[in-house]
């Protein structure tokens, strides 16, 4: 490295006497066209300098060597200097220095202070000077029209972004520019204003695959997937950008199906796969919590070198993956696996051992995680405090929150005091829980109240409901699992008139109850929905004659069907019917009848799993020697030889 810099080092040197001692030398007369080839040569040879500059040091020693060479005036050298500086990320008061110092800039300079703004910021200060080199007659570039466009992008500054968008016009000879259109795209997207983005696409006479790609990943954002689609479909030339767009936008958008539909064809295509776009492709996996797929999606990243023994990205989506499929020894092995392991891999690990109710792995992994000198962030103690609150930890969960702030700097957010309540509360200490919401540092959010809200439908707690249901339909108004969850309350209270008064509300805000939905994966691979109450799949006869049947075993084993997870006034034989038509229950016969004897059987809800079906899957899998997983919405259930994972504390 010594022998590098005085290599360099000479060389300077070696450019400042050809440049300056010659001139102090008694010379023969050298004309103009000469001279100015000499000035060329040496401008080049600086420019040259500053690509080869790896330090900012290198970088002061060519400025000092500049200005000794008498250019510095000279705005072609200056401008690629300023980029250069740009690019080392040097604060934007030294490159604006070296502006203020030239006399006549021309606009190629002007772009480069414009853009260094544009990059590091103040991004305002971009606009400032654009209005400067304005008001001094400078015509701008395409470029600058670029780095004006980005800056008010950065800053969502939408009225400056439409007042330069009308410069572009009126100065004339930019709007057809296919990269200045590609920015005003970007600028329109980030500051909100997607239609304006879409037509100042429709306008452009000549589009590339960003032109497409940004407006794709636009409406993938905002959730307009169809939109989104039909512009897929007609972009020309589909790179691997285009298509992981649309992957992440399925997966963001909670369209697992539609995401690993569209990889397979990504695959047909031949179209290489990076770690952005199987990242996006796991996390569909992981939404729909199917194995097959799990394997398939395992294989692909093998295949294209970017396997978790050598990837932490991948081999942290990976870990997450699989717990969220029920295979957390699997996520374990992963992450055992991992050559690298960063802070990102030990909390999926965490959060996959706290879904499966395995406070005390997450517990030792954390204080592991501890040894190493990987500092936690923010989702790692949302692992470790859900971790105790599925446990009932209520003293180590006390310590760890008490710790965040005072040991590790982190200030706990809304989501952390979330977890808190929900601690608190499903551990009976439903007044303490209440009291940390009113003495909460920051605003309480939906999540925080909703903590509160269940853990008063675990303890049948009316009156405290009333209060965090009032704040809920403030902040979540068209949340109808509020107002559901009130009334399932009141109705397990017997307040039949305040069950009337919150039903008759809902009907009157025109909501709707998400229908409950499980789905179960076949032997084959294929994986199948049921809805509660539908019986029209097509092997529901064999479905509700088999359910029939595993009722009465289950009876017979002492199983009694929990009327009181029915919220409706209705007769005892009433209630019983309805039970047996929840969808998990549908689920679980159907993967009896279609899976081997003794295979667990793995079933997705999207809602949270009743008492009722609680106690049904405890009694079904002794009486049918089978593993059964429930992955609900709030956690994962490991039903074993009469047996749960949640320890019934849940």
Not at 422 to 430: E, F, M, P
Not at 445 to 471: F, K, M, Q, T, Y
């Amino acid at each position: 490295m010594v022998a590098i810099s005085r290599h360099w080092s000479r060389t300077v040197l070696s450019l400042c006497n050809r440049g300056f001692h010659s001139q102090l030398q008694p010379q023969n007369f050298v004309p103009f066209s000469q001279q100015q080839l000499q000035r060329n040569f040496l401008e080049s040879q600086l420019v040259s300098l500053l690509h080869g500059c790896s330090d900012f040091n290198q970088l002061r020693q060519v400025h000092a060597n500049i200005i000794r060479m008498g250019l510095d005036q000279c705005c072609f050298v200056l401008t690629k200097f300023i980029r250069v500086l740009t690019k080392f990320m040097v604060p934007m008061d030294y490159p604006r220095l070296v502006f203020d110092q030239v006399r006549r800039p021309n606009p190629f300079i002007w772009t480069a202070l414009i853009r260094g703004y544009s990059l590091l910021g103040p991004f305002s200060e971009a606009v400032v000077l654009y209005n400067c080199m304005r008001k001094e007659g400078t015509r701008p570039v395409s470029f600058i029209f670029s780095a004006l466009f980005k800056a008010c992008g950065a800053t969502h500054d939408f009225n400056s972004g439409r007042q330069v968008h009308c410069q572009t016009i009126s100065i004339g000879g930019f709007v057809s520019d296919l990269y200045v259109g590609n920015t005003l795209i970007d600028m329109y997207v980030k500051c909100g204003f997607l239609d304006y983005g879409r037509r100042v696409f429709d306008e452009m006479m000549d589009r590339d695959v960003i032109s497409w790609t940004s407006l794709i990943t636009a409406y993938a954002k905002n959730g307009a997937m169809e939109v989104a689609g039909e512009l897929f479909d007609r972009l020309p030339d589909k790179d691997m950008v285009a298509w992981t767009a649309m992957v992440t936008g399925y997966a963001q958008n909670a369209r697992p199906r539609e995401a690993l539909r569209l990889f397979e064809r990504m695959r047909d295509a031949g179209v290489e796969t990076d770690e952005v776009t199987l990242v996006g492709v796991i996390s569909a996996c992981a939404q729909l919590g199917a194995e097959k797929y799990a394997r398939w999606i395992r294989d692909v990243a093998e295949h294209a070198g970017l396997g978790p023994t050598t990837n932490v990205v991948v081999g942290s989506a990976l870990i997450d993956m699989y717990s969220k499929c029920g295979s957390v020894d699997e996520a374990y092995q992963v992450f055992e696996m991992m050559m690298e392991k960063n802070v990102y891999s030990y909390s999926a690990m965490i959060v996959g051992f706290a879904m499966h109710g395995k406070a005390d792995a997450a517990m030792r992994l954390f204080y592991e995680m501890v040894k190493t000198e990987t500092k936690p962030n923010r989702v790692t103690f949302i692992g470790v405090l859900t971790a105790c609150s599925h446990a009932g930890l209520v003293e180590q969960g006390r310590n760890l929150f008490g710790s965040m702030q005072g040991i590790y700097g982190i200030t706990p957010s809304a989501d952390h005091y979330a977890c808190m309540v929900d601690l608190l509360g499903r551990s009976g200490h439903l007044e303490e829980a209440y009291e940390l919401v009113k003495t909460m540092e920051i605003e309480p959010h939906g999540g925080v109240w909703g903590a509160l809200l269940g853990a008063c439908r675990i303890h049948g707690n009316p009156d405290i409901a009333e209060i965090a249901a009032s704040h809920l339909f403030e902040l979540e108004p068209t949340g109808i699992g509020n107002y559901v969850l009130l009334s399932n309350i009141y109705a397990s209270a017997g307040r039949w008139d305040d069950v009337s008064r919150v039903r008759k509300l809902i009907r009157k805000k025109g909501m709707k109850k998400n229908p409950a939905c499980s789905w179960v994966e076949a032997s084959n691979g294929v994986i199948h929905e049921f809805f509660a109450a539908d019986m029209t799949h097509p092997k529901s006869k064999e479905i509700k004659q088999a359910l029939e049947e595993l009722l009465e075993r289950l009876k017979l084993a002492g199983y009694k069907p929990n009327l009181s997870s029915v919220v409706y006034d209705l007769s005892d034989n009433e209630k019983e019917q309805l039970l047996m038509t929840h969808s998990e229950k549908l689920a679980l016969v159907f993967g009896l009848l279609t899976t081997s004897a003794g295979s667990s059987i793995r079933i997705v809800k999207n809602l949270r799993i009743c008492e009722d079906c609680h106690s049904f899957m405890l009694s079904a899998s002794g009486v049918t020697r089978r593993e059964i997983v429930v992955r609900d919405n709030m956690r994962f259930h490991h039903f074993r030889d009469g047996l749960c994972s949640c320890g019934d504390f849940w």
